[in-house]
């Protein structure tokens, strides 16, 4: 393996005067691409190939300019690339780990929570995160178009003990600011709703997402929103992602992220520290650290539990309490995430 060339950041790859759906359109798709653009070698990875059948690889540049040139290990990097490991198939992971389609109502809504539900707006993430539990997802038919919005409506408006909306996919964000607010104006017409969330990688892979409009239809909704990005790494923050949250912030916007503990990835104390500290510069608190969802083709980023319990613990001792996420764990039928220590 070629000595890394670290510190050289893969900035120049980057061109981010342009808008953010153009910025979309220009994601990498192509390993051999990626790779070039780090000036990294195919002969430092096993076969990428296979994996691209069954779940493609797909990063925008503006997450690639995070990236170290010529570091085949870089965190980011690990977290898209396509990888002959996705091929071996794992005893104990399935293709729908956390049983999503035995809690979808209506196509697109997922109630598998007291008091809120979860809808799939769309099917399109502008990252391919390999790890991602919905990698094997039937979005073909639990996608809401304009009119499934409409059966998924009926269904809220109909249960008045859910409060909260949770905007999920895929990923709400590659939605048009149009189309959001659609529905965000469709569901502040039910009154028993309080909350709306978002659960987005967007601002931390494409941060010009975060448009001025965006933020001014979510400041002016009658909503208390709440925002949980999904950051991974300390470098996923950077001055510029800062800028895009601060913006989110100052509008009133709560800011929360959730991580997935990966190995190889942020497995390490210092890791979650730096990524906890960096959150908190960007005016985001940790919420969730999960642990791996058993999905096909993931198990080599398994962390166990004891190693995570005991990585808690550690930055437990170095952090306030307020930057410790809660450790946890989907598990299929169950009321809500479970804390990691009571697995
Ligand atoms: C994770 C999840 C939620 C939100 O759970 P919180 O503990 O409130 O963050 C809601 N619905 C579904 C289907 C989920 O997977
Ligand atoms: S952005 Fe979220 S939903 Fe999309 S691939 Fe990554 S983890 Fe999965």
């Known amino acids: 393996m070629p000595k890394p060339m670290l510190n050289k950041p893969a900035k120049s790859v980057a ?22 653009a780090l000036k990294l070698k195919a002969e430092d990875f096993s076969d990428y190939s296979a994996a691209r059948q069954t779940f493609g690889l797909k990063v925008p540049l503006a997450y690639i300019s995070k990236m170290q040139a010529g570091n085949p290990r870089d965190p980011l990097l690990l977290q898209v690339l396509t990888q002959a490991q996705e091929m071996v198939t794992s005893a104990g992971y399935a293709k729908d780990p956390v049983a999503d389609l035995d809690a979808s109502k209506t196509p697109g809504l997922l109630h598998k929570y007291h008091g809120r539900v979860l809808l799939i707006t769309t099917a399109a993430c502008a990252v391919h995160c390999r790890y991602c539990f919905r990698r094997h997802f039937p979005y073909q038919t639990q996608q809401a178009g304009r009119d499934q919005w409409l059966q998924s409506i009926n269904y809220i408006r109909q249960d008045n003990s859910i409060k909260e909306v ?29 909350r709306l969330r978002i659960h987005s990688r967007l601002p931390v892979v494409l941060p010009d997402r975060i448009t001025d409009r965006l933020v001014q239809r979510l400041a002016s909704s009658r909503f208390n929103v709440c925002m949980v990005i999904h950051a991974n790494h300390a470098s996923e923050i950077t001055e510029t992602e800062i800028k895009a949250l601060k913006k989110l912030q100052l509008a009133g916007i709560q800011l929360l992220n959730q991580a997935v503990l990966l190995n190889g990835i942020n497995q390490q104390v210092n890791e979650q520290i730096d990524l906890s500290e960096n959150l908190y510069n960007a005016g985001v608190l940790p919420y969730y650290l999960h642990l791996l969802d058993p999905v096909q083709g993931a198990a080599h980023f398994d962390v166990k539990l004891d190693r995570a319990l005991s990585l808690i613990k550690q930055m437990r001792s170095k952090l306030p309490g307020f930057l410790v996420p809660k450790l946890v764990r989907e598990i299929a039928g169950e009321a809500g995430k479970i804390p990691a220590n009571e697995l």
């Open 15 to 36: 061109n981010l005067a342009i808008s953010w759906q153009q910025q979309l359109t220009q994601a990498i798709t192509d390993p051999e691409a990626l790779l070039l």
């Open 166 to 194: 949770i905007l999920s996919g895929g990923d709400p964000l590659m939605l048009s600011d149009e189309k959001l607010d659609v529905l965000i104006t469709q569901l502040e017409a039910i009154p028993h709703i309080s």
